[in-house]
């Protein structure tokens, strides 16, 4: 064996190890980012959410019931949307970084696979010539 197919199964062991911690990585990061909900809490505590009750028919903006095929009003001029308060947008801006983290861990596993794919299509290829 010459020095280059040393070389290239190398780097195949390099790339497909990286891939493979990559898509690793990401798979614990969405098991991270899933809220706790239904089941048990991270104590292993049962957790019960509030459940809200429905109201009869749903209410339209200015608090009549309504029908609810009907238009909801919109907004006078004067009238600003309501902002978030900044524990919920922390919250949320969280939420997006670990969804992101996660995306990114994935597209590297994914280059990394092809990466591996490509190496293994020039050993073949370079046999031929």
Do not use: C, H, K
């Not at 898509?23 to 959410?49: D, K, R």
């Amino acid at each position: 064996m010459s020095i280059a197919d040393w070389l290239g199964r190398t780097l195949f062991l390099i790339v497909s190890g990286l891939a493979t911690f990559a898509l690793i990585q990401a798979i614990a990061s969405l098991s991270a980012t899933t809220p706790v909900g239904a089941g048990e809490g991270a104590t292993g505590n049962s957790v019960s959410m509030p459940v809200p009750s429905a109201p009869d028919a749903p209410l339209l903006t200015d608090g009549r019931a309504g029908d609810e095929d009907a238009a909801p009003t919109p907004p006078s001029p004067g009238e600003r949307p309501v902002a978030m308060s900044g524990a919920a947008r922390d919250g949320a801006i969280e939420r997006i970084a670990r969804l992101l983290e996660t995306l990114t861990y994935a597209v590297l596993a994914l280059t990394g696979f092809v990466a591996a794919g490509v190496l293994v299509l020039l050993r073949l290829t370079a046999g031929r010539g």
